[in-house]
């Protein structure tokens, strides 16, 4: 099993750019989640899902949409890049609400 | 507004000895409550997790402590070694959601 896979690995994007992170799990999780890493700040909510058609807004949703058409992808869509979007951005899945999420490796976004 | 806080921000440890990290919740509809270990450049790692019908959770060196009253929560890590170094988040969420909120992480360093 290949886990959950991120693509890319590395971006640089211009201001006002838009790009969509891809994420793809191989575990029919139900459960799927993006967070951005900062540091001092954590893990941040951006939006999560808990099945196929079902989305809902995390901690720090603004500048980002995300959709939920198969239960296998759950993609990131960045509208129009600002450097504070500048981070390194982790997609997760898991089973239930009641089980761990598995983590991907990440996409490390720097917007200039 | 931080659901979930944690501290110490970093923390040096020798070898052999016990390493602390302490987290607080205001959600009382938080019921799982796991901690996450990561390495530098990877995601995130499950590696310990408890529900609130418990006050403790043991597997292997790592123990959470949990009280519920208190609304807080720890991770002890006995005879701490040069390898658990790294960074330590602890999370919680509703189950019914998959909504997982975690806290600032704190840095490990076990000297040897």
């Known amino acids: 099993n290949a886990g959950v896979t991120q693509t890319p690995k590395f971006q640089v994007l211009k201001t006002g750019q838009s790009m969509t992170l891809q994420c793809a799990q191989d575990m029919n999780h139900e459960y799927m989640s993006w967070y951005r890493q900062d540091p001092g700040m954590g893990l941040r909510l951006i939006h999560y899902s808990v099945g196929a058609g079902i989305t809902d807004q995390g901690e720090v949703p603004n500048g980002y949409n995300v959709s939920r058409s198969t239960t296998e992808d759950f993609p990131l869509r960045l509208l129009s890049a600002a450097p504070s979007q500048t981070s390194v951005y982790f997609c997760?899945?898991?089973?239930?609400?009641?089980?761990?999420?598995?983590f991907g490796s990440g996409t490390r976004l720097t917007v200039v | 507004q931080q659901q979930v806080k944690q501290s110490p921000q970093s923390l040096i440890v020798q070898k052999g000895g016990i390493s602390i990290i302490n987290c607080a919740y205001e959600n009382t509809a938080f019921d799982y409550f796991p901690w996450y270990q990561q390495f530098p450049g990877k995601g995130p790692a499950l590696l310990i997790a408890i529900r609130p019908d418990v006050s403790e959770k043991k597997e292997g060196r790592f123990t959470i402590s949990f009280n519920k009253s208190a609304k807080q929560f720890s991770l002890h890590i006995m005879d701490s070694q040069p390898g658990d170094s790294a960074t330590y988040f602890c999370?919680?969420?509703?189950?019914?959601?998959?909504?997982?909120?975690f806290g600032q992480g704190t840095t490990l360093q076990v000297k040897p």
């Open positions: 997760a899945s898991s089973y239930s609400g009641r089980k761990g999420y598995t």
């Open positions: 999370a919680a969420s509703t189950s019914n959601t998959g909504k997982l909120i």
